[in-house]
């Protein structure tokens, strides 16, 4: 095979041994890399209701075929596991020399299964694997073990850590690379936790197998160069993300006070121009000269790498307007490894539950200090923050009253930082997301309030799949960022001519569009064979506030979302995926995509059919 290692390297930390297992062309084919591997992978490898914090459910760590070449923003990997905070497939990505190390080593995912009796390093260097001494590393945060394994193993190692937070089995908890990156938001820093694994540091020195490396190296070059050209470039340069702040604002999509509204009084004080002010250094992941990671000095003159997402959730969510102090939570979030989303959206939440007089701890919106006393408790599980380290679902269950109305998530997930009192397609895109609300798989927004707000329609539910396909599809199974495309206009017609040079393999949008449908429909599969009869299409519903509690400021005041148009967005939604009207896929459905044995285990674990 070209482009594809063909290894996957299996880790049985139980028993210390590491086995290279090869993989044939069809599941490269069928599957790409990334999360359709890791999706593949727990299907096949996870019996159904194992616990997520057991030594048998699986942590994955994998990469694509285009992972790793000198092609634009290729440094990522996915990591992914049966999530301990939704109880669904959980995946997320990270932007970190270890994907590029990982694939160099010739291998495109590691597989980790058991758990290791005390705290381990897993290190990989090329072929020799071994098990390592972590004792003296549990308990630091992800800063200081970085410090501590790249003065070791250098400076482009590959190194993956989690912090306290995994260490405590916070059910948010993320894994961290190079300072600030991180990933995994549905809890997969808690599934290393589980297997005490508090690092892997990979080191690879092979070349990646090209099915023609002249004209991929030739088309790299021309690829960077393009990206240059691009009339957003500068900008981006200068904000990154952070442009988003503004827009928002604008817009009524800055999610504010719990996402009760959509407008913030303090957003410019938080934004783009803010941070451009106050920024200290530039980075980026791996093989991207687009380098969207703006670091400012935070309110302890420490180094923290801001963008939009954890900005919204961490500034206007729990009503702080003061950008070093954000900077400030958002490193310390990065510091226990807990991802900034959930960590923003349970924050807010526990503020309106302490208006509310559900909770008797005094956490008012935007008290800075009970933020950062709140951020702590959680990443030790200390009082509240024991209640709240399991999700603002499972919290809304314990506060009682009408709490769950107003527990901003979809699936079990935290949703992410874009209000939906006004964006049908956006709340229909979190709804359906393959992970809980997340708005990587289609960031339908800014396309939504371009072409109006109030219409729930066909064409609606068509550019939500659309994007589906692109960025959650090709994009997480390539293993490459997306923001090129999605910031800057570079054109998907690059990416089949970078598979062909890769792997040999002419592979058109049509048929990549298909494995991103294979995907899809395997993933929603594996909740569906989670959740048994509990399944129902209820899952696939926004929050109750948004249906329910009007925007009271801005622009937009009185705006909410309609249940019976949503509804029938969401039928829409069901037939065009080929899914009945539960959202669970049809035997045609699974058949046509050639997940035959998946409908035979599925039917047998839900009889959906005779
Ligand atoms: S655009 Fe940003 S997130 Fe994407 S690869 Fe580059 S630095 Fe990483």
Same mark, same amino acid.
């Given at each position: 095979m070209y482009g594809w290692n063909g290894k996957f390297l299996r880790v049985n930390l139980t028993k210390h041994k590491a086995v290279v297992k090869e993989y044939d062309a069809s599941m490269a084919r069928n599957f790409l890399g990334g999360r359709g591997f890791a999706a593949k992978i727990l299907w096949d490898e996870l019996k159904p209701d194992v616990d997520p914090l057991s030594p048998e459910n699986r942590l994955i760590f994998a990469a694509g075929p285009l992972t790793g070449f000198t092609l634009p923003s290729s440094g990522k990997l996915v990591v992914a596991a049966k999530s301990p905070l939704t109880g669904g497939y959980g995946d997320g990505n990270i932007g970190t020399y270890a994907a590029v190390q990982m694939r160099k080593a010739s291998y495109d995912a590691i597989i980790v299964e058991g758990k290791a009796e005390t705290p381990t390093i897993l290190l990989v260097e090329d072929s020799t694997i071994e098990f390592l001494d972590a004792k003296e590393l549990w308990g630091l945060n992800t800063f200081e073990v970085e410090d501590k394994l790249r003065s070791v193993y250098g400076p482009t190692a590959g190194i993956l850590t989690i912090g306290q937070g995994g260490e405590n089995l916070v059910k948010f908890a993320n894994i961290v690379s190079q300072k600030g990156r991180g990933g995994g938001r549905p809890g997969m820093g808690a599934v290393m936790g589980s297997k005490n694994l508090k690092a892997v540091v990979i080191v690879g020195s092979g070349e990646l197998p090209a099915a023609y490396p002249k004209d991929l190296k030739e088309l790299g070059a021309e690829a960077y160069r393009e990206v240059l050209t691009k009339p957003n470039y500068a900008f981006w340069k200068r904000q990154g993300t952070m442009m988003t702040i503004e827009w928002s604002q604008e817009n009524s999509v800055l999610p504010t006070y719990n996402f009760s509204e959509g407008i913030f009084e303090d957003a410019e004080a938080i934004g783009g121009f803010s941070m451009e002010k106050i920024k200290s250094s530039q980075r980026g992941c791996p #093989?991207? #000269?687009?380098?969207?990671? #703006?670091?400012?000095?935070?309110?302890?003159?420490?180094?923290?790498?801001?963008?939009?997402?954890?900005?919204?959730?961490?500034?206007?969510?729990?009503?702080?307007?003061?950008?070093?102090?954000?900077?400030?939570?958002?490193?310390?979030?990065?510091?226990?490894?807990?991802?900034?989303?959930?960590?923003?959206n349970v924050i807010g939440f526990a503020m309106e539950a302490y208006e509310k007089g559900l909770i008797k701890e005094k956490i008012p919106w935007g008290d800075y200090k009970a933020a950062r006393a709140l951020i702590e408790d959680i990443a030790y599980k200390r009082d509240i923050g024991e209640t709240l380290a399991e999700g603002v679902r499972f919290a809304a269950e314990k506060f009682g009253g009408n709490a769950n109305r107003w527990a901003m998530n979809v699936k079990g997930l935290e949703i992410s930082a874009y209000d939906c009192h006004a964006a049908p397609a956006m709340a229909l895109s979190y709804a359906t997301s393959p992970i809980?609300?997340?708005?990587?798989?289609?960031?339908?927004?800014?396309?939504?309030?371009?072409?109006?707000?109030?219409?729930?329609?066909?064409?609606?539910?068509?550019?939500?799949?659309?994007?589906?396909?692109?960025?959650?599809?090709?994009?997480?199974?390539?293993?490459?960022?997306?923001?090129?495309?999605?910031?800057?206009?570079?054109?998907?017609?690059w990416y089949p001519k970078f598979l062909y040079a890769a792997t040999g393999f002419e592979i058109s949008w049509d048929e990549l569009n298909i494995i991103a449908d294979r995907v899809y429909t395997l993933i929603r599969a594996f909740w569906v064979r989670e959740y048994g009869k509990k399944w129902s299409r209820e899952m696939d519903f926004p929050p109750a506030r948004w249906f329910e509690e009007p925007l009271t400021k801005g622009n937009l005041k009185g705006a909410k979302l309609d249940r019976a148009k949503y509804e029938v967005m969401l039928n829409m939604y069901y037939r065009k995926r080929g899914w009945d009207e539960r959202g669970i896929p049809t035997k045609t459905t699974l058949e046509k995509l050639g997940l035959k044995d998946v409908a035979k285990q599925l039917n047998k674990r839900v009889k959906l059919w005779e």
């Open positions: #093989n991207c #000269n687009m380098t969207c990671g #703006n670091a400012v000095k935070d309110a302890d003159r420490k180094e923290s790498e801001l963008d939009y997402e954890n900005v919204a959730m961490l500034g206007s969510n729990i009503g702080v307007g003061n950008l070093k102090k954000v900077a400030a939570l958002n490193r310390m979030a990065d510091e226990f490894g807990l991802d900034t989303i959930s960590l923003g809980g609300a997340h708005h990587k798989d289609a960031w339908v927004i800014s396309w939504e309030v371009r072409v109006g707000r109030d219409r729930y329609s066909e064409e609606k539910v068509d550019k939500v799949i659309e994007f589906q396909r692109i960025r959650g599809g090709f994009f997480e199974c390539a293993t490459v960022c997306r923001l090129p495309w999605v910031e800057l206009g570079f054109e998907l017609e």
